[in-house]
Structures are given as structure tokens and as C-alpha cells.
């Protein structure tokens, strides 16, 4: 349980600590089985992408 906590006060500090071990697992995960991984996007993402289109479009 203290190892939990730890943890825990390790992310809470550093939140780009709960990506980065996300990132750590996944070849972990990809090695046990043949398989398909999906990474969520999220969608403020594709604004930027919009707001170019747009302006190019208005040249």
C-alpha cells in the first residue's frame, strides 16, 4: 500500500509522469500478443488543421 501511495504522490507532482509510464507499457502490452494499438487523439488537436485549411482558403 505504501508503494501505492508513493506512486500516486509521483503523478500527482508530475502529471506528464502517467503518460510517459502509459507510453513505458505499451510495448509490453504489444509484445505478449500480436497485437492492434490505438491512440486516443483528442480532438483540440485537429483545430489546428481546421484553422489552416480555413485560412488558405481565404487567400
Not at 32 to 47: A, D, G, M, V, Y
Amino acid at each position: 500500500m505504501q508503494k501505492l501511495k508513493e506512486a500516486a504522490a509521483v503523478i500527482s507532482a508530475e502529471p506528464a509522469a502517467l503518460q510517459l509510464r502509459y507510453l513505458q507499457i505499451l510495448p509490453e502490452i504489444a509484445a505478449e500478443k500480436n497485437s492492434t494499438i490505438l491512440f486516443p487523439i483528442p480532438i483540440e488537436l485537429f483545430n489546428i488543421f481546421t484553422k489552416l485549411t480555413e485560412s488558405k482558403k481565404g487567400e
